[in-house]
């Protein structure tokens, strides 16, 4: 069976270009008071993306290209789920489609899970959710010399939720998404996913 490949983890960086683009109205005045009771956003917080185990010997390259590709994967689902999701969430409104990235059987699967799965397991009653970490680590699996077929991510997101703006004790999200490229890319067909 093929070793892990030697040396240390690769450290790639990517910073989420959802969330970061600020709208503005095109009749605005520049200078202009936004109103009182409008919501200020927090800075997005990037994605720390590692790369772990390598099982095969697929070029550095194409590690750090599969890495990035199967993060890009789990952030579309994180910010469905959590940054994104319209809060308060209730488990009876979370469907497939909270899943971008997931096969259909997986999608369905995540959606009954929801309280592990999505914002609907946050303290009852959030109506926001500060990011303070989101952290992926890669582990992938190819052929030989080729290129990575199979991966797991390794996931880790904390936040802070709050309720009607009371900031809560911060929570955390981990476990794991399993990963297997096919011909529409990267898609998650399994997960070990745990409240903490």
Do not use: H, I, N
């Not at 709208?23 to 927090?42: I, L, Q």
């Amino acid at each position: 069976m093929p070793t892990p490949a030697r040396g240390g983890p690769a450290v790639v960086t990517l910073v989420l270009l959802a969330g970061l683009a600020a709208c503005t109205s095109d009749g605005a005045e520049e200078g202009a008071d936004a109103p009182a009771d409008e919501a200020v956003e927090a800075p997005a917080v990037p994605t720390e993306v590692v790369v772990g185990e390598v099982v095969g010997e697929p070029p550095r390259a194409q590690r750090t290209a599969a890495a990035q590709e199967v993060a890009a994967v789990v952030d579309g689902w994180l910010d469905a789920a959590y940054v994104e999701a319209s809060l308060p969430l209730a488990a009876q409104d979370v469907d497939a489609g909270t899943f971008p990235g997931f096969t259909p059987g997986a999608a369905r699967r995540a959606a009954d899970d929801a309280p592990a799965t999505t914002a609907a397991g946050l303290p009852e009653g959030t109506t926001a959710v500060e990011v303070l970490q989101r952290r992926v680590a890669v582990d992938l699996l190819g052929p030989r010399r080729g290129r990575p077929e199979a991966a797991t991510a390794r996931v880790l997101l904390r936040l802070r939720p709050s309720v009607d703006g009371e900031a809560l004790r911060p929570v955390a999200r981990s476990g794991r998404l399993l990963l297997t490229r096919g011909p529409q890319g990267w898609r998650v067909f399994g997960y070990d996913l745990r409240k903490g």
